[in-house]
Nanobody, 118 residues
C-alpha cells in the first residue's frame, strides 16, 4: 500500500511563502508523475502542478511564476515551494502520484491546509 504524507501547511499572510513536502513510502521513480492538487471550500479539486519522472513540469496558469515543484529522488519526496501567496490560494493541498502498469493507479495523501490571510 502506497502512502503519501504531506507536511508544511499552515497560516501565512498574503505575500508570504510556504513549502509543502510530500514523502512517499516507496521510490518515487515508481510513479510516472507526482503532483499537487488543491481544493477550496465549495469548489472542485484542481491541479496545481505536476512533475514527471524525467523532471518535466506542468503548472496551472494561476500559479505560474509563483509556485515551483521539485523532487528529491534520494528522499522519495516532492516539494511545492509557494511564494507570493494570495488569499485565493487558501485550500487543502493534496499530494498525488500516478503509476501506470497497464492501467493507471492513482494515490493521494491526506491533505494539508494552507490558509492565506489578507
Amino acid at each position: 500500500q502506497v502512502q503519501l504524507v504531506e507536511s508544511g501547511g499552515g497560516l501565512v499572510q498574503a505575500g508570504g511563502s510556504l513549502r509543502l513536502s510530500c514523502a512517499a513510502s516507496r521510490s518515487i521513480f515508481s510513479f510516472n508523475t507526482m503532483g499537487w492538487y488543491r481544493q477550496a471550500p465549495g469548489k472542485q479539486r484542481e491541479l496545481v502542478t505536476d512533475i514527471t519522472t524525467g523532471g518535466s513540469t506542468n503548472y496551472a496558469d494561476f500559479v505560474k511564476g509563483r509556485f515551483t515543484i521539485s523532487r528529491d529522488n534520494a528522499r522519495n519526496t516532492v516539494y511545492l515551494q509557494m511564494n507570493s501567496l494570495l488569499p485565493e490560494d487558501t485550500a487543502v493541498y493534496y499530494c498525488n502520484a500516478v503509476a501506470q502498469y497497464g492501467q493507471k493507479y492513482y494515490y493521494w495523501g491526506q491533505g494539508t491546509q494552507v490558509t492565506v490571510s489578507s
